[in-house]
């Protein structure tokens, strides 16, 4: 098979495609062939060696697949063969995304949802997962609730605005001016321009936040939180506002997402009910794996995706 690899970590320029052994899917995987491959902020960390989750390279990068079931390792009853799937498996070791085919535990993918293409599917898993992990698992959301979402426009944030309504939460949402639009178009009832003004002066009395962002965002989110709220973190939170935190009642639940079966199935069922759109701001063929996820790091609106 066609896969993208690097010998070593550094910019962009490092991945190059190459041919390698196709997989073989043991017991309980299936054999993937890839149509799409999501790309992930991670990837181009793990790339430049910033956050060595792979150990040394040679690697192939890439969770979020979406793609066909090519074959089926033994005892493999949940899909067959032909059927159309999505999923991040794996994480956080390798899953080898950016390739014709991955080998794929069967129960960390799902069937993907109907009303989407593979492109659309791909750009669904880890932001997706993350956006539903954070939000229902962690953050127990309820419909009538006040979310802050912070960047809307982001890979996870504007899947993040879009579960959150679906929960029945009233949600507000930060992001730059020329994203504001994007983000009241995905049911925001209300948007803040993070450049013109604080977000802790604009909002407050959330119930629940989902920070996406780092630095001194998780101190600030706490002065917009009730007492008694919850603050989910993507990023890390520093101990001093963890004890601010504790001082309110507020619940900091700094979260790592996880492989998750049932997590994809409310996904693609959000989808098939026109809850849940994925945006895709730009595809990329698998050989351009390096200027896709440069073009991430520019701050498209949504995910890059690779089609295979
Ligand atoms: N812990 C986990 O399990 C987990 C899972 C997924 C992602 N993550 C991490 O979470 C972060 C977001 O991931 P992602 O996939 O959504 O990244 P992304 O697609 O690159 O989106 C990041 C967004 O942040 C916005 N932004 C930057 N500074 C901002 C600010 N001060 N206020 C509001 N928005 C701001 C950017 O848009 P603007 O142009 O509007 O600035 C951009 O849309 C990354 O650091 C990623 O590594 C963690």
Redesign the pocket.
Same mark, same amino acid.
Request: charged share 10%.
């Given at each position: 098979m066609h896969a993208v690899i690097q010998n070593s970590v550094g910019g962009p320029d490092v991945l190059f495609v190459s041919e390698q052994p196709d997989p073989s899917p043991g017991p309980g995987e299936v054999l993937v062939r890839v149509k799409a491959a999501g790309i992930?902020?991670?990837d181009g $960390?793990v790339r430049g060696g910033f956050y060595p989750l792979l150990g040394d390279p040679p690697f192939i990068l890439g969770w979020d697949i979406s793609g066909t079931v090519e074959a089926l390792g033994a005892g493999v009853t949940a899909v067959k063969v032909g059927d159309e799937v999505f999923g991040m498996p794996r994480f956080p070791k390798q899953a080898g995304a950016y390739a014709e085919l991955a080998a794929t535990p069967a129960d960390e993918i799902a069937i993907k949802p109907a009303g989407i293409d593979h492109a659309h599917a791909a750009a669904l898993p880890?932001?997706g997962l =993350?956006a539903w992990q954070g939000l229902v698992r962690h953050g127990r959301i309820q419909s009538g609730q006040r979310a802050l979402i912070? $960047?809307g426009?982001?890979?996870?944030?504007h899947l993040a605005v879009q579960i959150a309504k679906a929960r029945g939460a009233y949600v507000v949402s =930060? $992001?730059?001016p020329d994203?504001l639009d994007f983000v009241g178009s995905l049911g925001a009832d209300e948007v803040i321009d993070?450049t013109k003004s604080d977000f802790a002066k604009k909002a407050c009395e959330f119930d629940l936040v989902l920070e =996406?962002?780092?630095?001194d965002?998780a101190e600030e989110s706490l002065k917009v939180l009730r007492d008694g709220g919850v603050l989910v973190s993507?990023?890390n939170v520093h101990d001093t506002t963890k004890a601010k935190a504790r001082e309110r009642n507020i619940r900091v639940e700094r979260?790592?997402?996880v492989p998750d079966r049932e997590g994809l199935v409310e996904l693609a069922k959000l989808v098939d009910a026109k809850k849940l759109s994925p945006h895709v701001a730009k595809t990329f063929p698998l050989d351009q794996a390096g200027a896709a996820q440069a073009f991430?790091a520019t701050?498209p609106?949504?995910?890059v995706v690779l089609t295979v």
């Open positions: 992930n902020p991670v $960390a880890l932001a =993350t912070h $960047a426009a982001g890979g996870v944030g =930060t $992001a730059s994203k993070y =996406t962002v780092g630095g965002h993507l990023l979260m790592s997402v991430l701050r609106i949504g995910k």
